[in-house]
């Protein structure tokens, strides 16, 4: 007889208010990777999530929809003046701070009235999911555990409202005669909860937020998709916000787990590691015409060399390959935008693209290249300045020397030209091959 208890797998969602609609990126991505759950827990916010993706079918395209339209007056009771100051953090929690002791504690039942109307508890409890949250007793301070087999099925909604209850700033939630807060107050991330609803193995999702934290359990396979950018104040519910936070929990997901590749961007790693050898032999092409005869000139040369290899180095990336610190670095440059993943020839046509509208102004036509140097401040500008010195004047000795006597000079330009003529040759390259 086979005594293997049979494995399983949870997703536990911590706390964090606005900065939930990470979580559903990420479990977008999940999905698509075909990752499939016996077990869904969560804390606060993340329980709130949780309860649609505990269902069956997997309610990811309602809290999608929901997370994309959803407003702080949706979620809270707050009057204008508020919503306006969660706009800036600081002020935010001085004006609830001075709310909660003049008129009281924020009221839910905007949020109440949301779930009604959004979320299928009939669909929660008749899933083969097991679900789980976790809410703290107001009057002991002590943590309550619960499984959907704990709550009854009209007390569900209560039970979502108290895990997510922020007091004193928001109201407590009484069930049963007794009060309860927030499940953030003991465990914002309950992988504790899952194991003890036999979890195997946890996907975690936290969203680097306030709350108490627990040491992780042992004896369970554990793996974090933690954010990598600040996801915003968790108390502003903003749904351009949301659907920049839901891109940025699918893409990291899939760098974490789906094989893309990238830091601040990512990529197909494909053709990017197909041109590896390319790019590196390109610098080394462009260093070399740094060299000379002339041991002064060869110092100055070295010099230079070495302020783009050092500022390789400095990107996350440089251990995957030049090509992929280097275009980190160029697309930052010219603020390509992060939130989708992209091919090789796909993030340089957007390279070009930007380096195409950088608009020629006098500055760039300057003989005088460290006079130049000097003057353009803009790495845009210094990047498109670059590119033109390499590639039409073909005057390296002159720009390195330039770069060397520039005070101040940083090689992040630097960079990006050559990755932008890099850009332009394999786009040439590729046009050439759809010609023959």
Avoid at 142 to 151: G, N
Avoid at 210 to 237: A, E
């Amino acid at each position: 007889m086979d005594n293997v208890a049979k494995e399983k797998r949870a997703l536990v969602l911590g706390g964090g208010g606005s900065r939930g609609a990470y979580q559903v990126g990420a479990v977008s991505a999940l999905y698509e990777l075909g990752y499939e759950f016996d077990i869904v827990v969560g804390t606060s916010v993340g329980s709130l999530n949780g309860a649609f993706f505990a269902c069956e079918n997997a309610s990811l395209d309602t809290a999608f929809e929901l997370w994309s339209r959803v407003t702080t007056d949706m979620v809270l009771d707050y009057d204008k003046e508020t919503i306006e100051l969660l706009k800036t953090p600081r002020d935010a929690i001085v004006s609830l701070i001075e709310k909660t002791v003049k008129s009281g504690s924020i009221d839910q039942t905007p949020l109440r009235k949301l779930l009604e109307e959004t979320l299928d508890v009939d669909a929660v409890y008749d899933s083969k999911i097991d679900f789980g949250l976790v809410v703290v007793q107001l009057q002991t301070m002590k943590p309550v555990y619960l499984t959907k087999s704990d709550i009854p099925k009209e007390k569900f909604i209560d039970y979502l409202l108290a895990s997510s209850a922020v007091f004193p700033a928001m109201k407590s939630i009484v069930i049963d005669d007794k009060h309860y807060i927030d499940g953030g107050f003991y465990d914002v991330i309950p992988i504790s909860l899952a194991k003890q609803m036999g979890a195997t193995e946890a996907i975690v999702i936290p969203l680097n937020s306030i709350g108490v934290r627990q040491p992780d359990p042992k004896d369970i396979k554990i793996t974090k998709i933690v954010p990598r950018d600040d996801l915003g104040f968790l108390l502003m519910f903003d749904p351009d916000v949301s659907k920049v936070n839901m891109a940025r929990g699918y893409l990291d997901t899939m760098k974490l787990l789906g094989g893309l590749v990238g830091d601040e961007y990512t990529y197909f790693p494909d053709d990017f590691d197909r041109y590896k050898r390319k790019f590196t032999s390109l610098v080394a092409k462009i260093c070399g015409k740094f060299k000379s005869n002339n041991i002064a000139e060869n110092f100055v040369a070295d010099s230079a060399i070495g302020l783009i290899k050092r500022r390789i180095a400095r990107s996350p990336l440089h251990k995957n390959g030049w090509i992929y610190a280097a275009a980190e670095i160029t697309g930052k440059v010219f603020g390509i935008s992060p939130l989708i993943p992209y091919s090789l020839s796909e993030f340089n046509d957007a390279i070009l693209d930007a380096l195409d509208e950088v608009k020629d102004i006098e500055l760039l036509k300057n003989p005088d290249i460290t006079d130049a140097l000097k003057t353009i401040t803009d790495d845009k500008y210094l990047t498109k300045y670059l590119v033109g010195k390499f590639t039409l004047e073909l005057t390296p000795k002159k720009t390195l020397t330039a770069i060397n006597l520039a005070d101040g000079f940083n090689a992040t330009p630097l960079v990006a030209a050559i990755y932008c003529i890099f850009a332009r040759l394999i786009r040439d390259s590729e046009k050439k091959k759809e010609n023959e």
